[in-house]
């Protein structure tokens, strides 16, 4: 049995305990609740939505050089109005024609006394060292003047073992190298730098070089150079038909 006392007690534990839940109740409701540890934990974040997540950041464009695309190497432009050097072609006919500006020149026989009528044509006769001869002979006998075959300035005094006393002559639009080989001598007052007139006197026909003792003739050649100081350099064209036509 309880004793009035103890009940007396029990009475209070009992009201007291109802005081609290009733003033808990309360603050609830009046917003004054202050949440436990357990209620401050971070929960599970929830998965974000389309309209929520954070766009990724977009790739930047690929710089644009300002350089233009390197094109195609350009074709070098030719000059169509330089003449363009030829070997003609050796011919045994007399009424060939002439090819190129060297018909302008107007050509004489580089040997006194000698006829058109009597060059014969040997521009393209072998020669020692399977050399083509690439020039004319002109049979004279010793001594016989040998003539500038057009105005030109006389280039070289030269001798050599081949050609032997010989006279290099360029034409006076410095196109043409004249050639005259195996002369006896030059003639007198002859000098490199003047300027012979066409029908000069410039030497006389000898066996010089490897003409052969007593095979009098001039070696005659006309050389296409684009270089005049090169004066030894060229593309041979074939005298016989130039002369023959003159």
Known sequence: ????????????????????????????RSGHYRPSVDDLRPTTAPALTPDTAKPSPEPSPTPVPDTPPVSASPVPETDSASPTPFRAEATSNPAAPPIGFVVTLKLIVPVAGVQPNQLQDTFTNSRSDGRAHDAIDIPAAQGTPVVAVADG???????????????????????????????????????????????????????????????YHLHFSIAVVSDPKRYWEGTNINPYSLLRNR
Not at 1 to 18: K, P
Request: proline share 1%; glycine share 14%.
């Open 153 to 215: 300035q006389i280039i070289k005094l030269f001798q050599s073992e081949r050609g032997g006393t010989a006279i290099y002559q360029l034409s006076t639009d410095k196109k043409l190298m004249f050639y005259y080989a195996h002369l006896q001598s030059y003639a007198d007052g002859l000098s490199e730098g003047r300027v012979a007139r066409q029908g000069e006197v410039i030497g006389y026909v000898g066996d010089t070089g490897n003409a052969g003792p007593g095979n």
């Open 1 to 28: 049995m309880i004793s009035a006392r103890g009940r007396v007690f029990l009475t209070l534990l009992i009201g007291i305990g109802l005081l609290v839940v009733i003033v808990a109740f309360l603050q609830r």
